[in-house]
């Protein structure tokens, strides 16, 4: 099972509509991360977030740490074309062990 | 920002065959890198634990005399696919910390096709 769970899946929506992804875990973190990733290439640091409760604005990307730091979100607003692509989640527990989601594929079509 | 070269970026080899790729940090210093290996339309899968000087430590399941890993440098650590077979086709990406700062910079991958 995965230690981190990531949902949903797969996304297919339209360009200027909103979307949620979330990451659940049963354990806590010291710190989560967002990356996402275009095929064929290493996934690229987007967020880190430390402190529970945490709220990160990335332009139309917020990101959010639950207070427990257990689970985290990723809200985008107006999506575009351009957002298309794999999203993944990722938490440390400790130093040096990172886990990563199952990750969710982006789809926005114009 | 931080940067990881990794290479080659593409393979293909013979069954049987031993491939080595090659991760470096370009500037900064990384203690410890991280190899994962992932398939088509899945997360990435934490294989091993490159620590500069010591033995790395592999994930359950992993073999560790078939994915030999290097990291005789701060700024290089290797993975060797040897005797590889075509199930060992994969894409590999490396990581690594500077350890200023959290979050982890990926290098660019390597898909590994073994026919």
């Known amino acids: 099972t995965q230690l981190l769970e990531q949902s949903p899946q797969f996304l297919s929506i339209q360009e200027g509509e909103n979307l949620t992804v979330y990451c659940n875990s049963s354990s806590v973190f010291s710190s989560l991360q967002w990356y996402r990733q275009e095929p064929g290439e290493g996934p690229v640091l987007l967020v880190t977030v430390v402190t529970g409760g945490e709220v990160k604005k990335l332009k139309r990307l917020t990101f959010q740490f639950g207070d427990a730091r257990k689970d985290s979100s990723l809200h985008i607003t107006a999506a575009q074309p351009g957002d298309t692509g794999l999203y993944l989640c990722?938490?440390?527990?400790?130093?040096?062990?990172?886990?990563f989601g199952a990750g969710t594929r982006l789809t926005v079509k114009p | 920002g931080a940067v990881v070269s990794q290479h080659p970026s593409r393979v293909i080899c013979k069954s049987g065959t031993s491939v080595k790729i090659e991760c470096r940090s370009l500037d900064f210093q990384a203690t410890t890198m991280f190899w994962y290996r992932q398939f088509p339309k899945q997360s990435l899968m934490l294989m091993a634990t490159s620590n500069e000087g010591s033995k790395a430590t592999y994930e359950q399941g992993v073999e560790k005399d078939k994915f030999l890993i290097n990291h005789a440098s701060l700024t290089l650590s290797t993975l060797t696919v040897t005797s590889a077979h075509p199930e060992d086709s994969s894409f590999y990406i490396c990581?690594?910390?500077?350890?200023?700062?959290?979050?982890?910079?990926f290098g660019s991958g390597t898909r590994l096709t073994v026919v």
């Open positions: 990722a938490g440390e527990r400790n130093n040096n062990d990172m886990r």
């Open positions: 990581s690594a910390s500077s350890g200023q700062h959290y979050g982890y910079t």
